[in-house]
């Protein structure tokens, strides 16, 4: 997908006015020619940064995040270029829906006379542009532009005495707040915000947005909006800080440093709309990791965490250890067959054997390919068995795997992988902004990977409860840029008690915004993000093979889909509804455009393997069909079966556990010990009963 960056505007010669105007011609020329559908994509500028050549971290934190967003950012020197009313303005004369400026920009007079301060109040007013305005330390003494702007209402912004930092967010404004409405963040450190000053007799237009408290518990403003005729001019006091030049995005993307980026993200997500890459629905998904089919399963009881599910509002998904695939209990199939909206299976490796998808050097790359098609077979075998559907998502056993496995799952039709790690194993960290921002990552062997966290207050093996009283901020942090909430936990989770999950899923819930508890297959269909475009067309990024889109909007509309596509595993067919569709691919994109009647859905499928390997015919030996020959795989699914299901459930048996990770050296050579001991005792006894029946 190809990203608008910012312009600068400079004196413009007649060549590049017809440049900046060639989306009107295109439009013009698609609508002279009575097309229903334009020719091109056509996008205008979105937001304009008005700014010196001396720009603050601010200054390109709002260009950087303008661009995440597929916002087209207009640049404007006013050490150069005199403010007009056109300038505040897109290629069709329509004023920008966003501009930012920094309060130390305009100190100079020279950059902003009265009459363009009265341009810029008038495009507000009247034109209905948000501006934001980034203050630093302002006294009561100086004119600010932060005054001039608000009309006096907002007066200044000081340094408050706070040596930890913490947000809290009002509750009030859930359409600019979204999943952050009503939280408290907290970070131990030096707060290095400010705290905006008001007019005594501030009007009552004036919204605060978000506070923070200062060392004698007092709330201080420091993020808020003031209410101007048809616009809004926000304003966040906080001082300078790390840059997006230099810094990756996720980085600064946390409570530490919140306001030095989210309310910039806040603010443009507000006022540019459907304009900025976004989804409506958010998705969550619990899974828990091991289990077989058998009730109970340890401290997992099926029956039990479906009254919790039903009750709570969330869904599980068993990362199901392929190996396992004949050992189902009917009762429990049959709480999958009839509450698929409930419970849910996606894929846990092979054999389960230590970290089985491991560095090539400790397990071959084609010993990883076996286990890859093994494990597939097994799982249709499963699903023969049981009638019960699964996913063709991976989850790596014991952490992910290197980054050419990753390709082997994308040969065979895997929709993604989903791990506690978001870089392949013996691969390294991309430097790129943006990394990690989006919904999946997509930079390894060109496949979806996506990054799950565990249920807050869970170690393996520790006698600790689930706790109950969970942070839902990184929740948060995932859902504001449309990345689903993944969750995992094992059996153990669950030993205080089948309703250890139901708090989490219960806080969740309460963050602001529509969520939908569903399998990772459903989820990774829904996986996307669109913009509308200003000729009403939607640009579409997907990441899994498969996506289900609706239109939901007032009209028959047009839809761009793409997805980053390097074609290191050729596409067999693309199909639209089961009917085979055109598609192009090119500079690393596939291109797929739909019109989507209203009301109606598509599904768009990207098919590269249809059928999965045969085994008879895999040409390694070794691995001739399903069964489970290997000998070392069987005890130590059955040690995993005894710590599970027998000894995790009691206290003496999760002593043992718990002495065997926490001590696992110091244990294996006692099992050595004891195993010698027991060798010896066995063979004195043969020896002495020889002995005695030669008597
Ligand atoms: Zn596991």
């Known amino acids: 997908m190809v990203r608008k960056t910012c312009v600068l505007v400079e004196p413009r010669s007649g060549f590049m006015r017809f440049c900046e105007l060639l989306p009107v011609w295109l439009l013009s020329l698609s609508l002279l020619f009575g097309l229903r559908t334009p020719l091109f994509a056509v996008d205008f500028y979105d937001t304009v940064l008005l700014t010196t050549s001396l720009q603050g971290s601010c200054d390109i934190n709002f260009q950087k995040i303008s661009e995440h967003y597929g916002l087209r950012c207009k640049v404007i020197d006013l050490s150069t270029t005199a403010l007009t009313d056109s300038l505040l303005r897109d290629e069709n004369g ?94 131990a450190g030096p707060q290095t915000d400010l705290a905006i000053t008001l007019s005594p007799n501030s009007a009552s237009n004036i919204d605060i947005i978000v506070s923070a408290t200062d060392d004698s ?70 899974t828990i990791d091991d289990p077989f089919l058998v009730e109970p399963y340890g401290n997992l009881e099926f029956k039990g965490l479906l009254t919790s599910m039903q009750t709570h509002d969330f869904h599980t998904t068993i990362a199901f250890i392929s190996w396992n695939y004949d050992r189902s209990n009917p009762k429990v199939v049959r709480l999958f067959l009839d509450y698929p909206d409930r419970y849910s299976i996606a894929i846990h490796g092979n054999n389960h054997d230590h970290y089985e998808f491991y560095k090539y050097s400790k397990v071959p790359l084609k010993e990883q390919q076996k286990d890859i098609i093994q494990a597939l077979h097994r799982m249709e075998e499963f699903k023969k068995l049981t009638g019960i559907p699964y996913d063709k998502i991976m989850i790596f056993p014991h952490g992910i795997a290197p980054a050419k496995t990753l390709e082997l799952l994308k040969r065979n039709d895997f929709v993604a992988t989903v791990n506690n790690q978001d870089v392949p194993l013996e691969t390294k960290r991309p430097e790129s902004t943006f990394y990690g921002m989006e919904p999946a990552i997509m930079d390894y062997a060109n496949f979806a990977l996506l990054k799950r966290r565990s249920a807050q207050g869970y170690r393996m093996w520790s006698f600790k409860k689930a706790k109950s009283d969970i942070d839902v901020a990184p929740y948060a942090f995932d859902l504001f840029i449309d990345k689903p909430v993944l969750i995992l936990a094992h059996q153990d989770f669950f030993f205080s008690g ?89 500079n690393d994109t596939l291109k797929v455009d739909e019109v989507i009647p209203l009301g109606e859905s598509i599904e768009l499928e990207i098919i590269y393997n249809e059928e999965i390997p045969s085994i008879a015919n895999f040409p390694t030996g070794s691995l001739r069909n399903i069964r489970k020959s290997g000998f070392t795989v069987w005890i130590l699914r059955r040690f995993s079966d005894l710590r599970d299901i027998y000894l995790s459930t009691n206290r003496p048996g999760r002593a043992i556990i718990s002495l065997y990770y926490i001590h696992r050296r110091t244990a294996l050579r006692i099992a050595g010990a004891c195993g010698l001991i027991l060798i010896s005792v066995i063979i004195f006894a043969i020896v002495k009963v020889r002995g005695q029946w030669k008597e």
């Open 94 to 187: 329509e004023y920008l829906k966003a501009a930012f400026i920094n309060n130390y920009t305009p100190e100079n007079p020279a950059y902003l006379d009265p009459n363009e301060i009265g341009i810029l109040k008038e495009a507000v007013e009247t034109g209905g542009v948000s501006l934001l305005v980034l203050t630093e330390e302002i006294t009561n003494s100086r004119e600010s532009l932060l005054k001039k702007v608000t009309d006096n209402v907002i007066i200044g912004a000081t340094n408050p005495a706070d040596s930890s930092t913490d947000y809290v967010i009002s509750d009030s404004f859930p359409e600019i707040t979204r999943e952050f409405t009503g939280l408290k963040l907290s970070h």
């Open 217 to 286: 518990s007092k709330l201080y403003p420091i993020f808020g909006r003031y209410r101007k005729g048809k616009g809004s001019i926000f304003i966040l006091g906080t001082k300078n800080g790390k840059s997006l030049q230099n810094t990756q995005m996720e980085e600064l993307y946390d409570t530490q440093h919140f306001s030095k980026i989210v309310p910039i993200m806040m603010f443009l997500r507000y006022s540019s709309g459907d304009e900025v890459w976004h989804k409506e629905t958010d998705y969550a998904n619990l």
């Open 498 to 586: 089948i309703d250890a999950f139901n708090s989490t899923a219960d806080k969740i819930n309460d963050l602001a915004g529509e969520i939908r508890w569903t399998s990772l297959g459903d989820i990774l269909k829904h996986l996307y993000l669109e913009k509308t475009n200003d000729d009403g067309s939607v640009d579409v990024r997907m990441y899994g093979n498969k996506l289900v889109l609706s239109n939901k909007s007032g009209s028959k509309r047009l839809y761009h889909i793409r997805k980053k596509e390097t074609l290191n595993v050729p596409i067999s067919k693309v199909t639209i509804n089961g009917v085979e569709a055109n598609y192009i691919v090119e």
